[in-house]
């Protein structure tokens, strides 16, 4: 038998009732019987021995190879980190079985998600663990982190690179980033050729902002020999390339495709997306398309919430990268480059820059006669004049971004 409290009592049965022997005492159990002296039927359901019960248990019958397979699929398909950290905690052997390295090494990109105002040292072992096993979701999200948030330049490089060589084409694009910057060291340690390799790596795997970088680059034969041709063909391959993925989740919801692609013979720039529910993407508007805007990634996310609950900025003197769905930081002073136009905003790359012109600074950039930076000298270079197309980078100023 056994008891509310879990005890369990071995079964003896004798005479004229059920005997429950225990270590302390023994418990008679009398059965009812009729006037006829037959047994009455119990109105409590008869509880099995501890032998038969044991072994009706068919979670703990379950091998342990399909557990850790049924465990391995939940993790590849959560749709947050608590679908998948609520099992863990939900017993002993879940645990276990939980944090097998194969089940770690499958965990998709948004059981990684972790939000900023929840991150916490189990946060970051959990993160460790799992890039420990070989996940290159988790060496990336982990890396932008301790590369950017925590400071530890080292340690995030060398996991976005551990990421980079399993053809992670996000950890080669932020790489190339890093690299067109000198993020994390001075002026002196920029090398444009790495970064127009990575980019050229990353594009290759269809990364559409290393597209689009790469693009600009050979546009403009920054980092490269210049081909304006090649660089357009880039360009417009990006853009085939993030009408593709937006028709492609479309049809995966069950959405209606006929409204993506809704003529604007006028294509105006489109309110913020802070402002409005639905925005339209930024580029393929040029094409009279009314795309939603691309989904961040889940570490360009907490970036964002991470500097934006220290009232957006990343130090003294250090700037935010403009472009909402970015959420990269300056490492040092005048990292990133500016509008050359209206000296505002400024962006960690070409990509970004695009991005943002599209959605947002088109409407609010404005030409100035002389604008300041923030030491207070003035800016002697030639500021260009806005138009309808991408920018290039001014050549003579690795500071400044124009607007062509």
């Known amino acids: 038998m056994r008891t509310r409290r879990g005890l369990c009592y071995p079964r003896v049965v004798g005479g004229g009732g059920d005997v429950y022997m225990s270590s302390e005492k023994t418990v008679v159990v009398k059965r009812r019987r009729d006037s006829a002296g037959d047994h009455?039927?119990?109105?409590?359901?008869?509880?099995?021995?501890?032998?038969?019960?044991?072994?009706?248990?068919?979670?703990?019958?379950?091998?342990?190879?399909?557990?850790?397979?049924?465990?391995?699929?939940?993790?590849?398909?959560?749709?947050?980190?608590?679908?998948?950290?609520?099992?863990?905690?939900?017993?002993?052997?879940?645990?276990?079985?939980?944090?097998?390295?194969?089940?770690?090494?499958?965990?998709?990109?948004?059981?990684?998600?972790i939000r900023a105002k929840n991150w916490s040292e189990s946060a970051q072992r959990f993160l460790k663990l799992c890039a420990d096993a070989g996940n290159v979701e988790a060496c990336y999200t982990l890396g932008m982190i301790r590369f950017y948030c925590l400071q530890n330049r080292g340690s995030g490089a060398s996991l976005m690179a551990k990421a980079a060589i399993s053809s992670h084409a996000q950890a080669l694009y932020s790489l190339a980033v890093i690299q067109f910057n000198g993020s994390g060291?001075?002026?002196?340690?920029?090398?444009?050729?790495?970064?127009?390799?990575?980019?050229?790596?990353?594009?290759?795997?269809?990364?559409?902002?290393?597209?689009?970088?790469?693009?600009?680059?050979?546009?403009?034969?920054?980092?490269?020999?210049?081909n304006i041709t090649e660089g357009r063909r880039f360009l417009v391959q990006a853009n085939?390339?993030?009408?593709?993925?937006?028709?492609?989740?479309?049809?995966?919801?069950?959405?209606?495709?006929?409204?993506?692609?809704?003529?604007?013979?006028?294509?105006?720039?489109?309110?913020?997306?802070?402002?409005?529910?639905?925005?339209?993407?930024?580029?393929?508007?040029?094409?009279?398309?009314?795309?939603?805007?691309?989904?961040?990634?889940?570490?360009?996310?907490?970036?964002?919430?991470?500097?934006?609950s220290r009232a957006g900025?990343?130090?003294?003197?250090?700037?935010?990268?403009?472009?909402?769905?970015?959420?990269?930081?300056?490492?040092?002073?005048?990292e990133f480059r500016r509008c050359s136009v209206c000296g505002t905003v400024n962006y960690c790359s070409r990509a970004?820059?695009?991005?943002?012109?599209?959605?947002?600074?088109?409407?609010?950039?404005?030409?100035?006669?002389?604008?300041?930076?923030?030491?207070?000298?003035?800016?002697?270079h030639a500021i260009g004049d806005a138009g309808e197309g991408d920018g290039g980078v001014n050549g003579n100023n690795d500071d400044v971004m124009a607007e062509s």
């Open 185 to 226: 060291g001075s002026k002196n340690d920029k090398d444009l050729r790495a970064g127009v390799a990575l980019c050229a790596r990353a594009a290759f795997l269809g990364h559409i902002d290393a597209l689009r970088e790469l693009g600009h680059c050979l546009q403009d034969g920054y980092g490269v020999r210049q």
């Open 352 to 380: 970004c820059q695009a991005l943002d012109w599209k959605m947002r600074h088109k409407a609010d950039c404005t030409p100035t006669e002389r604008w300041v930076d923030d030491d207070g000298d003035g800016n002697g």
């Open 40 to 113: 009455m039927p119990c109105r409590k359901r008869n509880r099995k021995s501890p032998e038969i019960a044991g072994k009706c248990d068919l979670f703990d019958a379950l091998p342990d190879d399909l557990v850790i397979s049924i465990l391995c699929k939940l993790s590849s398909s959560a749709g947050c980190p608590s679908d998948f950290i609520n099992v863990l905690i939900t017993c002993k052997r879940l645990n276990g079985l939980g944090l097998h390295s194969l089940v770690l090494s499958r965990a998709s990109q948004r059981t990684l998600a």
């Open 240 to 308: 085939t390339r993030e009408l593709a993925a937006v028709v492609a989740s479309a049809a995966a919801v069950g959405a209606p495709t006929r409204s993506l692609f809704t003529w604007n013979p006028h294509p105006l720039p489109h309110p913020h997306p802070r402002n409005v529910n639905c925005g339209g993407c930024p580029l393929l508007s040029d094409f009279g398309c009314n795309v939603p805007a691309p989904e961040a990634h889940p570490a360009s996310r907490f970036l964002a919430e991470w500097f934006g």
């Open 313 to 334: 900025s990343p130090g003294p003197g250090l700037r935010l990268c403009s472009h909402v769905g970015c959420g990269r930081p300056e490492t040092r002073r005048h």
